[in-house]
């Protein structure tokens, strides 16, 4: 099988490739089979030949936001890495291919005087993983920049490359139409407004500072858990558990975060194997050492379980498993 992916995709395929060296959790065993696409042709090429040669496939983009098993990947990893992008300042667009660096276009955003990206200063990966997953923060989200995603859809092993409008990506709390359907992004159009680049400068560098005093340096896969949406139940029920009121601003938010969720059950350093909640932001699940993939299904199964018992909210994962 190798000789005939080269065949079709060139000698840049590798066999075994350790999937921990590819993903920010540093966490996972091999991909049978593994190839770095430059761009969103050599996206469609790939994934046409996995399908063509009935070998199962996953498109993986910065590496943050997941989670390989300890066994690998039994199949086709692509890793999307590319750097076409272009901007058209006049209409306030930019066009990207989807594994281009997110940190690159938000820069690029701010130098071309073009506002609306300044909160995903610091944010990791790539466009098309942002898009997929709907990243947000601060209360913004990618959505919210989005005027069109050109995406392959694969569905029963039909193959076919489609464009979206924003509407139809169908937006939701990190979640779109692609991370519910298994689209893969290809490119995306941007579209942003005009701003003062010293306001949008100031802004940017403002968040980068906020970050830096919270987000965790060890390895992770960023948020492990998504922040819980604000009902009068969820209010009710949390009250009933905890014998506690919401703080007031999370209420005004609508999110009540996870992580302080997981430090009302007193999970902060919580540690199992390699896997450890973070002392600096409950919400991170960090690789404090030789954690394995196997540690970290285990503490995310803990902190799920105490959090449900002990105020009644059931978590769920933001980040996604491979390989499993």
Known sequence: MIDKLKEKLGEGVLENEPLASHCTFKIGGPAKYFFIAKNSDEVVNATKVAMKLGI?????????????????????????????????????KIETDAGVKLAEVVKAAAENGLSGLEWA?????????????????YGHAMGESV????????????????????????FGYR????????????????????GD?????EEMNKILKARDGKIPTDSSAGSFFKNVEVTDEIVKT????????????????????AAWL????????KQVGGAKVSEKHANFIVNAGGATAGDVVALASLVKT???????????????YVGF
């Open 306 to 320: 105490k959090v449900r018992n002990e105020t009644g909210v059931q978590l769920n994962e933001e980040i996604e």
């Open 175 to 194: 979640d779109s139409i692609f991370k519910r359907e298994g689209g893969i992004i290809l490119k995306v159009v941007l579209k942003l407004a005009t």
């Open 262 to 269: 997981i430090e009302q059950c007193d999970l902060k350093g």
């Open 56 to 92: 199962k496939f996953f498109v993986l983009s910065g590496g943050s936001n997941v989670l390989f098993a300890d066994t690998g990947f039994d199949g086709l990893v692509v890793k999307v890495n590319s750097s076409w992008f272009m901007v058209h300042g006049a209409d306030c």
């Open 121 to 137: 200063a610091g944010i990791p990966g790539t466009v098309g993983g942002a898009v997929r997953g709907n990243a947000g923060a």
């Open 197 to 201: 680049k010293k306001k949008i400068k």
């Open 238 to 257: 949390i009250k009933e558990y905890t014998h506690e009121d919401i703080p007031a601003d999370f209420i005004s938010r609508g999110k009540i975060p």
């Open 147 to 170: 005027e069109s995603v050109e995406a392959i859809k694969v569905s029963s092993f039909k193959f076919q490359v489609s464009s979206y409008n924003k509407e139809e990506c169908r």
